[in-house]
């Protein structure tokens, strides 16, 4: 599992999911993809699609933190 820091935000993540890291930390502004960690802590998670793969995934927020996995 890794570990990286996407606007402030501790998120673990695979391998298997390095361009949802990259749409979320490079691609969007902090408040673009704030959208996504508030709505993850709110409701336990968040779907999403990356804008270059249109790969789909889910942000998860549990008491470890962040987690993203691909749906």
């Known amino acids: 599992m890794n570990k990286v820091?996407?606007?402030g935000y501790a998120v673990s993540y695979e391998d298997n999911v390095y361009a949802a890291v990259h749409y979320l930390r490079d691609q969007l502004d902090f408040y673009e993809a704030r959208v996504f960690f508030d709505a993850a802590r709110q409701y336990g998670s968040a779907p999403f699609e990356d804008q270059d793969y249109r790969q789909n995934y889910t942000l998860y927020h549990?008491?470890?933190g962040y987690q993203?996995?691909?749906r």
Request: aromatic share 0%.
């Open 68 to 70: 993203i996995e691909r």
């Open 5 to 7: 820091n996407i606007h």
């Open 62 to 64: 549990n008491s470890n």
